[in-house]
């Protein structure tokens, strides 16, 4: 896509939203549903491989973006330059292996993403363990989301050796499967999709 398309493609939905009384209508809530709808349907593509359908979909997510950007804009807050600027500072701060070679040593896959969770832990400066992940993520992904924040804290899940509590034993199958590599949430949607196909 050049730029060109990515102007004409902000200069389509501002007019969009200025003659189009469906989308004059929408504000940020109205529009939470489809941007996890959009979310769900682009995984969906990248799971089945399906290149024609991930550029369609990630075309989808896209809109869905600069609907909150423009909407934003509207209420004077900000746009959706604002939006980019703000993302290229931040891939410039959390990639100083790229950016600033002369600071970062990081070289590895697995020194880079330490590096970039150190610097977004610097950032954010949270109060507590789970504080930035929303409540509302898949259980699975939560459960991953927060075995991981356990180790980089330097602390390990307290889970009986043989766990009886349904919960329990969930959050270890999710820990044994981050432990192999293995995203527990794609693993079970495939395992679904296995067992739901005719």
Not at 29 to 46: K, P, V
Not at 85 to 101: E, I, M, Q, Y
Request: net charge negative; with cysteine.
């Amino acid at each position: 896509m050049t730029e060109s398309a990515l102007l004409e493609l902000v200069e389509v939905m501002a007019r969009l939203r200025r003659e189009c009384a469906w989308k004059a209508g929408q504000t940020h809530e109205s529009l939470a549903r489809y941007l996890l709808e959009e979310t769900y349907e682009t995984l969906e593509a990248i799971e089945a491989g399906d290149d024609v359908h991930l550029r369609e979909e990630l075309g989808d997510l896209l809109l869905q973006i600069l609907f909150h950007a423009v909407i934003a804009e509207e209420q004077g807050r900000f746009d959706i330059d604002d939006v980019a600027a703000d993302l290229v500072v931040k891939l410039r701060r959390r990639n100083p292996h790229v950016f600033a070679p002369e600071t970062s040593d990081a070289a590895d896959p697995e020194a880079i993403n330490e590096q970039w969770e150190r610097i977004k832990a610097e950032e954010k400066q949270r109060s507590g363990l789970m504080e930035g992940v929303p409540e509302e993520l898949p259980a699975l992904l939560r459960a991953v989301k927060a075995l991981d924040r356990l180790e980089r804290a330097g602390r390990s899940p307290d889970l009986p050796p043989a766990p009886e509590d349904l919960g329990d034993r969930l959050l270890a199958l999710a820990a044994e499967a981050r432990a192999a590599g293995v995203d527990p949430e794609q693993a079970l949607r495939a395992a679904v999709r296995r067992v739901a196909s005719p």
